[in-house]
């Protein structure tokens, strides 16, 4: 069974501060994990992801997170907040050896305040 | 087509209607995936099919859920005697991978609001 926690539903920042969205995962086997971000109205696009190479992952947008086994957590960071950056973020999660479906967590809707 | 698209991307129905939602994929891609996202949640599982196959549908609610897949392309998401708590977003996504063990890209479409009044 796996499942993804993640910490705070909504986070703001100022413009230019640093992000940190914070997502923890329970996972039975070694997992793959997902950081996917979702404007109003679109569908989800991801942003990075872990797939048991390189602990530090850096995907688009700025954005990088770190695989830390010893704390299951896959926390999502970016230095300095750009406007456009406010969405919805929601961290995932899959089983190594199956790419058949990702459990999600709730999401942390981020706002960047000018 | 350049990415998923479905439709409608808007439907209202009473409750007891019957509705079909579409997923058109990209392109060649084998691996095709339901999801349902509640108001304020996180996208959940529905079901999956790898071509034509319907290989995964444990996250499907009720009966009155059911998806298909025919031609391995298309797929629509049936919702028999709608109920309000049916109300959601329901995602479809593909994927270029078709078998265990693949770390490829899920490919999201905007989704289908459902509003059961």
């Known amino acids: 069974a796996q499942s993804v926690t993640q910490l705070g539903s909504h986070v703001s920042v100022s413009e230019g501060a640093l992000v940190l969205l914070r997502c923890n995962y329970s996972?039975?086997?070694?997992?793959?994990l997902f950081w996917y971000v979702q404007y109003p109205n679109q569908g989800l696009q991801l942003l990075l992801k872990?797939?048991?190479?390189?602990?530090l992952v850096k995907g688009i947008n700025g954005f990088e997170a770190e695989f830390k086994k010893s704390e299951t957590s896959f926390h999502l960071t970016k230095p300095s907040a750009h406007m456009s950056d406010a969405a919805e973020y929601f961290c995932?999660?899959?089983?190594?050896?199956?790419?058949?479906?990702?459990?999600f967590g709730s999401g942390t809707q981020l706002t960047v305040l000018p | 087509g350049a990415g998923v698209s479905q439709s409608p991307r808007y439907k209202v129905a009473k409750r007891g209607q019957d509705v079909a939602l579409r997923c058109d994929p990209i392109?060649?891609?084998?691996?095709l995936f339901w999801y349902q996202q509640a108001l304020g949640q996180g996208p959940e599982f529905l079901t999956y099919?790898?071509?034509?196959?319907?290989?995964?549908k444990s996250g499907l609610p009720s009966d009155r859920f059911f998806a298909e897949r025919p031609e391995g392309s298309v797929s629509t998401l049936k919702i028999q005697r709608t109920q309000q708590e049916d109300s959601a977003v329901y995602l479809c996504?593909?994927?270029?991978?078709?078998?265990?063990?693949?770390?490829?890209?899920?490919?999201f479409g905007e989704g289908s609001r459902l509003t059961v009044l």
């Open positions: 995932a999660v899959s089983e190594k050896g199956s790419a058949r479906q990702l459990t």
């Open positions: 099919f790898q071509n034509e196959a319907q290989l995964d």
């Open positions: 996504a593909s994927s270029s991978l078709g078998r265990e063990g693949g770390t490829g890209e899920l490919f």
């Open positions: 872990y797939t048991s190479a390189a602990t």
């Open positions: 392109s060649g891609h084998v691996s």
């Open positions: 996972s039975s086997v070694p997992p793959y």
